[in-house]
Nanobody, 127 residues
Framework: QVQLVESGGGLVQPGGSLRLSCAASGRAFTGLTMAWFRQPPGKDREFVAG????????SYAASSKGRFAITRDNAKSTLYLQMNSLKPEDTAVYYCAASPRGLITSSLARDQEYEYWGQGTQVTVSS
């Protein structure tokens, strides 16, 4: 079993920045493919960014590319999402997800590929 705990959400003004963290435990972090998803109010969950377990080139949704950065610190078993130039449409509950399998790039955005999920952290972008 893998436990994921997100933190770092909150209220931020448009144009501001936030950094989300996801602390993982229960399994070797280096063996996990990691990703961030979000669920805006009244909408389905959507992919934000993903990172393979060998790191490599991150994968981003079109809406987050150029503004968000996904990174991982294997020594701390922690996944991060740096979010810059935030917009009201980024308002959502953000979830960390993990898979013990080595996913290919085209599978990173598919939520059904991930076995483990955190409880989510709320991000609200509003003036």
């Amino acid at each position: 079993q893998v436990q994921l705990v997100e933190s770092g959400g909150g209220l931020v003004q448009p144009g501001g920045s936030l950094r989300l963290s996801c602390a993982a435990s229960g399994r070797a972090f280096t063996g996990l493919t990691m990703a961030w998803f979000r669920q805006p109010p009244g909408k389905d969950r959507e992919f934000v960014a993903g990172l393979k377990r060998n790191m490599g080139t991150p994968s981003y949704a079109a809406s987050s590319k150029g503004r968000f950065a996904i990174t991982r610190d294997n020594a701390k078993s922690t996944l991060y999402l740096q979010m810059n130039s935030l917009k009201p449409e980024d308002t959502a509950v953000y979830y960390c997800a993990a898979s013990p399998r080595g996913l290919i790039t085209s599978s990173l955005a598919r939520d059904q590929e991930y076995e483990y999920w955190g409880q989510g952290t709320q991000v609200t972008v509003s003036s």
